[in-house]
């Protein structure tokens, strides 16, 4: 299968303060990147899509100010959980589109807000 | 709407004894289906998907699922299991607005030697 990397796998922050998690497809180039989110005991839940060159499109009740995406080439997505708060400690993984019915899944990032 | 559902929070089994996870799914039209594991504090691992063809697939660690359209299930099987099975186990099936998977709660599966 593809190998897709992030980094960091865990980091801790204080409250208030930005955090960015990046993900690469270290085989293959992914035009549409899916973050999702999962909370502990629980599910994955989609936050935002982006494709390769544009803006990313994001769930109800996901705020596209506070989880900035950049998709700025086809092996590399940023995640920025900016001012981030207690609530945002959760397990951010990201998945890049290998094609129409082929999703591969990054190792995940734990973030957590003190 | 898209879903799918595991109605198993926890599944224990013995080792050496065959294992079932269940899944059922609601989509419109062909569905394609997935299973995924998981090990604490890490990503999401492939095991097998469905998405034409037999209705039994086989996948990795000698896993298995079987796609059955009349009860809209996707049960994953295995016919004899390992304590290093213990994890935590996804269905998940594509059919989000974006493409994106669409994932149960997941059930946990607890081998005990």
């Known amino acids: 299968g593809a190998v897709v990397s992030q980094h960091p796998s865990r980091v801790i922050c204080k409250s208030g303060t930005s955090v960015k998690i990046e993900c690469r497809s270290l085989?293959?180039?992914?035009?549409?990147m899916f973050w999702y989110r999962q909370f502990p005991k629980q599910s994955l839940m989609l936050m935002a899509t982006?494709?390769?060159?544009?803006?990313?499109?994001?769930e109800q009740g996901v705020e596209k100010d506070k989880f900035l995406i950049n998709h700025a080439s086809l092996t590399l997505s940023t995640l920025t959980v900016t001012s981030a708060h207690p609530e945002d400690s959760s397990f951010y993984i990201c998945?890049?589109?290998?094609?129409?019915?082929?999703?591969?899944f990054g190792p995940g990032t734990r973030l957590t807000v003190l | 709407a898209q879903s799918v559902a595991q109605p198993e929070d926890q599944v224990n089994v013995a080792e050496g004894n065959p294992l079932t996870v269940k899944c059922t799914y609601s989509?419109?039209?062909?569905?394609?289906l997935f299973w995924y594991v998981q090990y604490p504090n890490r990503g999401l691992q492939f095991l097998l998907k469905?998405?034409?063809?037999?209705?039994l697939v086989k996948g990795s660690y000698g896993f298995e699922a079987e796609f059955n359209k009349s009860q809209t299930s996707f049960h994953l099987k295995k016919p004899s299991a390992l304590v290093s099975d213990s994890a935590l186990y996804f269905c998940?099936?594509?059919?989000?607005?974006?493409?994106?998977?669409?994932f149960g709660k997941g059930t946990k599966l607890s081998v005990k030697p």
């Open positions: 998945s890049p589109r290998g094609g129409p019915d082929t999703q591969y």
């Open positions: 085989d293959f180039q992914a035009t549409t």
């Open positions: 982006s494709n390769e060159g544009s803006k990313a499109t994001y």
């Open positions: 989509v419109s039209g062909n569905p394609y």
């Open positions: 469905y998405i034409t063809g037999d209705n």
């Open positions: 998940a099936v594509e059919g989000g607005s974006q493409g994106n998977l669409i």
